[in-house]
């Protein structure tokens, strides 16, 4: 005789398969995959809900929204998350759900970088621009880069590891203070109407100079720290540069019949979509084998996407809102989960933050400043692009991210480079305002037909701008 499994009363015997067996249930109960499913989408919800809550926080402040997602991330870490609620802190992010945020975050941010590269406007630039945005670039990265390893030098044997030595712990210190937010600088731009003016154009080709800089140096840094040599490091630059050849070159000329295709139809259908989607995730990967990460391989990819402005900017609209709404928040909780500004105690490591701080602000700052007035800018048109040349928002988040894992770094100077990034963020604005009141803004960029029908442009920016602005948001 069959024994049927106990129902609820409301369930007659009969709908009962006779083969039922609760064992089934508890199978699927302890499946690994399911029970790995219902830990991370708890987490994704409490990321998403701090970061919408954090966000709307900082907008009402007069600050990006990215500032606010980056202290929702600090937030929900062993800062305040952990420190008052570690019970419920460790079951929301338990140790088998931070690999996985980990691969997410590396996604959104190849995708990220690969958006802010697709809207990057590198066409013809006027008579001396270039040599313009080089004086600018210098200027930014030599005075913080040389103040950023003095100061590293200084605090080797403090904050460093014990298996660091001292020149590769101040070269380290040193990039990370060289670079520059560079989404975060164009946004601002974006949303004035100048990144066409003479202002913001160098501004942003000297941001992206800064950046790579700093990648290559990291890429380098890199290299030497796993002990594989200088032949390794050169190696990594060698396949780097002709990585960017490639993608520049060959890639660039075989993505020109997806923006024919474009032009002609006016959409992106399924197919271009996998192409789009598929050109930075496999640069990223190439990157990531070269050693040189997804980041710089998205990146690349933006900028071989063609050059059409109604191509990109329905490139932007179909991916942008994704990759800043679910992935980039899952990043600045990643990064949170690893800052313990707890460690931060004592005069001499209160010490150790403003002396970073301090390096950090003077170099990028006053050095893009005084390069800014040697070139022939007003005082306040000088001082404006100092203070956005200033910000290190997303960049250095990334850039500290790589030395905590390759264990370049300690907790407590990653701690101070996270607060690095939110108060040269935060203070970016207000100082560019400072400096450049809206009333004494230059002329900004003529408004333009929209492209659609319906879309009005705001702020004085055409319809492309808008759109372009969304990437660094």
């Known amino acids: 005789m069959t024994v049927l499994a106990p129902t609820p009363p409301s369930v007659p015997a009969h709908f009962v398969p006779a083969h039922f067996d609760s064992a089934h249930v508890v199978a699927a109960s302890t499946d690994p995959n399911l029970q790995l499913t219902l830990k991370v989408l708890p987490a994704l919800v409490v990321i998403l809900l701090a970061a919408a809550v ?20 600090v937030l929900l870490g062993p800062t305040l998350f952990g420190e008052f609620l570690p019970d419920a802190q460790a079951s ?30 590198h066409g013809a630039a006027a008579p001396g621009e270039v040599r313009r945005a080089g004086a600018l670039a210098a200027s930014g990265v030599l005075p913080s880069f040389a103040l950023g390893a003095g100061a590293g030098l200084l605090l080797w044997g403090t904050l460093s590891r014990p298996d660091v030595g001292r020149l590769e712990f101040a070269l380290f210190v040193g990039g990370s203070l060289s670079l520059t937010a560079f989404p975060m600088l164009a946004r601002m731009l974006y949303e004035r109407g100048l990144e066409n003016s003479p202002l913001g154009r160098i501004s942003l080709m000297a941001a992206s100079v800064d950046d790579a800089v700093a990648w290559c140096l990291l890429a380098v840094l890199t290299a030497v720290h796993l002990e594989s040599g200088l032949p390794s490091a050169l190696r990594t630059i060698a396949l780097s540069a002709v990585f960017t050849a490639v993608m520049l070159t060959v890639v660039t000329r075989a993505l ?64 942008m809102s994704v990759v800043s709404t679910l992935l980039l928040p899952v990043f600045f909780a990643f990064s949170g989960l690893n800052t313990h500004l707890g460690g931060i105690t004592g005069g001499t490591m209160l010490l150790a933050l403003f002396t970073i701080m301090a390096a950090g602000f003077c170099g990028k700052y006053f050095g893009c400043a005084l390069s800014m007035r040697a070139l022939g ?5 000088a001082y404006a692009v100092g203070a956005l040349m200033n910000a290190r928002g997303l960049m250095i988040l990334i850039f500290i991210n790589i030395g905590l894992a390759e264990h370049m770094i300690t907790q407590e100077l990653f701690a101070m480079l996270v607060l690095v990034a939110v108060i040269t963020t935060a203070s970016a604005l207000p100082l560019y305002k400072l400096a450049l009141p809206e009333r004494l803004e230059p002329a900004r960029a003529p408004v333009r037909v929209p492209a659609r029908i319906g879309s009005e442009p705001k702020g004085g920016a055409t319809q492309e701008d808008v759109s372009t602005a969304r990437t660094v948001q």
């Open 377 to 381: 800018f007003g005082r306040r048109e």
């Open 54 to 73: 954090c966000g709307r926080i900082a907008q009402l402040l007069m600050q990006p929204r990215v500032l606010g997602e980056m202290v929702a991330g």
């Open 256 to 319: 020109r019949p997806l923006g024919r295709d474009f032009a002609r139809t006016g959409r992106l259908g399924p197919n271009a979509m996998y192409v789009v989607v598929l050109v930075p995730l496999t640069a990223g990967w190439l990157t990531d084998w070269i050693g040189i990460y997804s980041v710089f391989g998205g990146f690349v990819a933006g900028l071989a996407m063609p050059r059409d402005a109604a191509f990109r900017r329905a490139v932007h609209d179909r991916m």
């Open 92 to 121: 929301v992010f338990p140790a088998e759900v931070r690999p996985v945020l980990y691969v997410v975050s590396t996604i959104g941010l190849t995708l990220y970088m690969f958006l802010v590269g697709a809207g990057l406007d």
